[in-house]
């Protein structure tokens, strides 16, 4: 019955140790989740008001597939401001979610066979939705994080790179003058960089972000939402801002697949688009930088990739493959991490520290007992 296309595709080994820490949960266990990937903090009042407003207002009707006017334009200012980009309102598409971005951006750039050039430890869904566009991943893997050099080693053939940094799973960002290094190299080689930046807040140690747009703007797809920086992930609002063809091409298909993505959604994401609102990314970010100084304290023996953004740590096991270790830390401690198979890295595991420091305290505590 099924297309060939979705036939490799499996429920995500990710689940498997969810699931089984929920069913742990319900008979009483008292289970430490370090699985989320997603901020633990409740989207800001002024947000969600707004999206109230948009519903007492009934702004409740279709809108235009590619996102309300004032929605874009607000994102162009925020691009401005924040990373010095420049953009129009056309060269800008909201989706779903910064998902259904990438999605959408494999889906209009990739031929069959066409080579994307994937870093790993990577996302989890990079390589399949590479594959439901019919494209080819060529996985190559980084030692700290993602270089210029490893981008000039293996770009011979690429059609694009993904780049995501601050990196999930590793919490590792790319340093500026290899930011730029690769820009370089994609426009000397024409390929495009699908630059995945939905943790660029989350750069501590007063790191700065430099989106690569600002050396190779039309070889370059920025990928953004309100997810995380505003803890909104179940509002579903992503965007890309990228070459205006490219943006057209994805606003014609998401005509035809999704439509608009949530109206009500939309004016809240508009919302969070005022610069005041940074204050409660601000107050978030400083939270976040003391759980990771916690943790890394707390992680001292181990080793692992030091996050210099983001909110996870990938950390090495210390013998055989992560599904295994992950489950039997579930099964003995009731600790539930995410394994490295997910991520293309089959001898590590992730924990996220968004929880609270007593959650983390303690389950740090189970981790080492674990490993002895
Ligand atoms: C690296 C990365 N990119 C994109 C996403 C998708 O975010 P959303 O679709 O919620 O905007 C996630 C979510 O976990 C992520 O970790």
Redesign the pocket.
């Known amino acids: 019955m099924l297309a060939d296309r979705v036939k490799h595709i499996g429920e995500s080994k990710t689940f498997t140790v969810q699931k089984r820490a929920k069913e742990l949960a319900a008979t009483g266990k008292y289970v430490i989740d370090f699985g989320l990937?997603?901020p633990d903090f409740p989207t800001a009042d002024v947000i969600k008001e707004a999206g109230k407003r948009a519903i007492e207002q009934n702004k409740t009707r279709y809108t235009a597939a590619e996102g309300v006017i004032e929605l874009r334009k607000a994102l162009t200012e925020k691009l401005k401001r924040e990373d010095g980009l420049i953009y129009t309102p056309e060269e800008i598409i909201v989706s779903?979610?910064?998902?259904?971005?990438?999605d959408n951006i494999m889906r209009i750039l990739l031929d069959k066979g066409d080579k994307v050039l994937l870093p790993a430890p990577y996302?989890?869904?990079y390589i399949e939705q590479i594959k439901l566009a019919e494209g080819v991943p060529v996985i190559v893997h980084y030692d700290e994080r993602i270089t210029a050099e490893l981008v000039r080693k293996n770009k011979d053939g690429i059609k694009a790179v993904i780049l995501?940094y601050p990196?999930?799973p590793t919490g590792t960002t790319i340093a500026p003058e290899e930011v730029e290094e690769i820009a370089w190299l994609a426009v000397k080689h024409d390929f495009f960089v699908i630059s995945?930046e939905?943790?660029k807040k989350f750069l501590y140690d007063e790191k700065k972000h430099i989106s690569i747009a600002r050396y190779a703007k039309d070889k370059t797809f920025v990928?953004?939402?309100?997810?995380?920086e505003f803890a909104m992930?179940g509002w579903?609002?992503?965007y890309v801002a990228g070459p205006r063809e490219a943006v057209r091409a994805m606003a014609n298909m998401q005509s035809h697949t999704t439509s608009n993505p949530s109206s009500v959604s939309q004016y809240a994401a508009l919302e969070a688009m005022k610069e005041n609102n940074q204050k409660h990314v601000q107050i978030m970010i400083q939270e976040y930088e003391k759980r990771r100084n916690l943790v890394q304290k707390a992680l001292a023996e181990c080793s692992f990739y030091l996050p210099e953004g983001?909110f996870f740590f990938f950390i090495k096991i210390p013998e055989g493959n992560s599904l295994e270790f992950c489950s039997q830390l579930l099964e003995q401690k009731y600790v539930a991490t995410v394994p490295g198979e997910a991520f293309g890295a089959d001898n590590y595991f992730r924990l996220s520290y968004c929880t609270s420091e007593d959650r983390l305290t303690e389950g740090i505590r189970r981790i080492k007992e674990f490993m002895g």
């Open positions: 990937g997603e779903n979610g910064a998902k259904h971005s990438l996302w989890v869904s995501n990196n999930n995945d939905v943790y990928v953004d939402s309100v997810s995380k992930t579903r609002i992503g983001t």
